[in-house]
């Protein structure tokens, strides 16, 4: 158990729609990190947030957005769903500057998003 | 951009059957490498950090090493339970945050 927290596991929805992946960090982590897997792009950075700010952003689409809150958890927000957009969305958290080793993420077990 | 390209992409080994992972990349300046293991269904888990080249890093079967260029992860007597996808990352001087570029995953499969 990597301590990070993903809902939901699995949502089926269709094309056009709107959902939100809700993501609780390790306790005490102040970065969260999004990633998109999909079988044929792996994994994929989309966005980082450090206790409630942007700090670096991927290849996120503008259908997209994020945000974390003054508790730390982070909400990822997928609209106008595209039969491509099915893919698992993995959120991460990493220890405190200074905490940790370098590099190394918390997972969480993910949400599989199916876009019909 | 950074680039991380994983090679084989999938690995069938008999168990004992020792093998490596080659892992390259093209980063402006490399800050990190980094290992993860994920199983089917789950998130990536941390396996090792590189820094320079010439470094090892050793976790019970497990042994990545690396160059300039790229990186190995060798597995003496792999074991089914070492049967998972690794994933090879790469962190750049100077990126945002702490991003990292992931490449595609070599997934072993280790038959008893």
């Known amino acids: 158990d990597s301590g990070v927290t993903q809902t939901p596991k699995h949502l089926i929805t269709a094309t056009g729609q709107r959902v939100t992946l809700r993501c609780s960090p390790r306790?005490?982590?102040?970065?969260v990190y999004w990633y998109q897997q999909s079988l044929d792009q792996g994994l994929q950075f989309l966005i980082q947030?450090?206790?409630?700010?942007?700090?670096a952003k991927g290849n996120i689409l503008e259908r997209f957005s994020a945000q974390q809150f003054p508790d730390l958890h982070s909400e990822l927000n997928l609209s106008s769903l595209e039969l491509g957009d099915s893919a698992l969305y993995f959120c991460?958290?990493?220890?405190?500057?200074?905490?940790?080793?370098?590099?190394?993420?918390?997972f969480g077990e993910g949400s599989r998003l199916t876009v019909l | 951009e950074d680039q991380v390209t994983q090679s084989p992409e999938a690995l069938r080994l008999q168990e004992g059957e020792s093998s490596s992972l080659n892992c390259s990349y093209t980063?402006?300046?490399?800050?990190?490498l980094f290992w993860y293991r994920q199983d089917p269904g789950k998130g990536p888990e941390f396996l090792f950090t590189?820094?320079?080249a010439g470094e090892e890093k050793e976790k019970e079967r497990l042994k990545a090493t690396l160059t300039k260029k790229e990186s190995f992860l060798h597995i003496t007597a792999p074991k089914p339970e070492d049967s998972a996808t690794y994933l090879c990352?790469?962190?750049?001087?100077?990126?945002?945050?702490?991003?990292?570029?992931f490449g595609g995953g070599t997934r072993v499969l280790v038959k008893p």
């Open positions: 991460a958290s990493s220890a405190r500057p200074g905490q940790g080793l370098a590099g190394e993420l918390f």
């Open positions: 306790s005490g982590d102040l970065s």
């Open positions: 947030y450090y206790n409630g700010e942007e700090r």
């Open positions: 980063v402006s300046g490399l800050r990190g």
């Open positions: 590189l820094y320079s």
């Open positions: 990352a790469v962190q750049a001087l100077g990126a945002a945050g702490n991003k990292l570029t």
